[in-house]
């Protein structure tokens, strides 16, 4: 006799067997096709796994950030730690019409056209750091790791000289993020955002009185009437914006080598047509996404199909599963770089959707496009080492051999 499937035992060994983080996928398929919206025993929280559930939730008003609220904290990806979330808080922790506020004045200066003027500085950060790995080490100390925090500090307006100096805090702040941070971590991650916030206060004077053509001056000085983002909203939103599009990109990137040197058939379609390269972007962001968890917290009780999950609930979506979801994808489980038009939620949904999904297609196809004009032939050497990471899963090491 067949056990029957246990909802429960499956999320959590895919939220902490260590075994699970490099094929999490045959668990989050059984999650979504047996138990497409069950409540934790564990923790009480409503998971929901199909896909057009999980776009209602993320998108419906009566669910948001519930930081600040009994039982309402969530992890969210803007590394403010566990001490600090009921502080002051980015926009990703707001809800309207604060969100709406907020997000508006920094998008005035995080525009497409910023993003894409980016394109051949971040084409140079590519071969510079191609050049430092010379075709034989680990890809992500050497590539996948300096390339977002790099494109970050240019894009906020972070002078070169002090990169070096902020990036591993940045990654000491992004570990804040994870449901299963140790104390050590959180302590350190709180370090890391103290010292961030006195260099962005730092350099907020300096822009003040000099400003330039980037990020942070566009913030001091974007406007909507009288209406303008307070000092305190400019710094706690730069770090969101660190912390967010730092160690995600990283992933995308490691990522994008895994997959395509375990499917050289698609490698081989690339090599031959430029043109595929936004679409195999696209497909390793669905087949294997950076960022695999989202939720929210239920302001009024919430239909979905069918069930009714209570106000006061927490939710939480599995997006590497609801982004192989059979209802909106042909041949889920099968890596095709020609896909297009794909419904993912790799960038979330609603008024969350990533600010900064142009910005990180952008790293990936640029890097993309350098590796397949350099080498012809990409090898990894050995296994790689994972990331004992859950919301942000990715290879911690990876030794490529590039020629
Ligand atoms: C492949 C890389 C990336 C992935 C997979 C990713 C994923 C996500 C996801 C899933 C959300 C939604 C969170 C929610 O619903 O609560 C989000 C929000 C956000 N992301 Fe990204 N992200 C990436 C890169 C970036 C980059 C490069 C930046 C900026 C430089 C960035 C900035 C943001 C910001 C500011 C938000 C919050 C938006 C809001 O609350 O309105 N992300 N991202």
């Not at 990283?250 to 090599?271: F, I, K, W």
Request: glycine share 8%; aromatic share 6%; net charge negative.
């Amino acid at each position: 006799m067949t056990e029957p499937f246990d909802p429960d035992a499956t999320l959590i060994r895919v939220l902490t067997d260590p075994a699970c983080i490099p094929d999490p996928y045959p668990l989050y398929n059984q999650l979504r096709d047996h138990a497409p919206i069950f409540q934790t025993s564990v923790t009480g929280t409503w998971v929901v796994n199909r896909y057009e559930h999980a776009k209602a939730m993320l998108r419906d008003p009566r669910c948001g950030s519930g930081a600040g609220l009994e039982g309402g904290d969530r992890t969210a990806i803007d590394g403010s730690s566990r001490r600090a979330r009921t502080g002051t808080l980015s926009m990703l922790f707001l809800n309207p019409p604060d969100h709406t506020r907020v997000r508006g004045l920094v998008a005035r200066s995080f525009t497409p056209r910023r993003v894409e003027q980016m394109r051949p500085e971040v084409e140079a950060m590519c071969d510079a750091l191609l050049d430092d790995l010379d075709g034989d080490g680990d890809f992500v100390d050497k590539v996948a790791f300096p390339l977002p925090a790099n494109v970050i500090s240019a894009l906020v307006g972070v002078p070169e000289a002090d990169r070096e100096f902020l990036r591993p805090l940045i990654y000491d702040l992004g570990v804040g993020i994870e449901p299963t941070a140790s104390d050590d971590e959180i302590a350190a991650a709180d370090i890391a955002g103290e010292e961030i916030t006195a260099y962005v206060v730092d350099l907020i004077a300096r822009r003040r009185a000099d400003p330039q053509d980037d990020l942070l001056s566009g913030m001091i000085e974007a406007k909507d009437g009288e209406d303008k983002l307070t000092e305190d909203e400019i710094i706690v939103n730069t770090l969101l914006i660190y912390a967010a599009g730092f160690e995600t990109t990283t992933h995308l990137l490691g990522n994008t080598v895994r997959q395509l040197v375990a499917h050289p058939d698609q490698h081989e379609l690339l090599r031959s047509d430029r043109s595929l390269i936004p679409g195999a972007i696209e497909e390793v962001l669905r087949f294997d996404p950076p960022v695999q968890m989202d939720g929210r917290y239920v302001f009024e009780d919430l239909e979905l199909g069918g069930v009714t999950i209570p106000a006061g609930s927490g939710t939480m979506t599995l997006i590497g599963a609801v982004n192989r979801d059979p209802d909106v994808v042909d041949d889920p489980d099968t890596f095709d770089v020609t896909r297009t038009d794909t419904q993912v939620l790799s960038f979330g949904s609603g008024i969350h959707y990533c600010l900064g999904a142009a910005l990180a297609r952008l790293e990936g196809q640029a890097l993309l496009g350098r590796m397949l004009d350099r080498y012809d032939t990409w090898k990894i050497v050995g296994e790689p080492s994972w990331r004992r990471r859950f919301t942000l899963r990715g290879v911690e090491h990876m030794h490529v051999r590039l020629s």
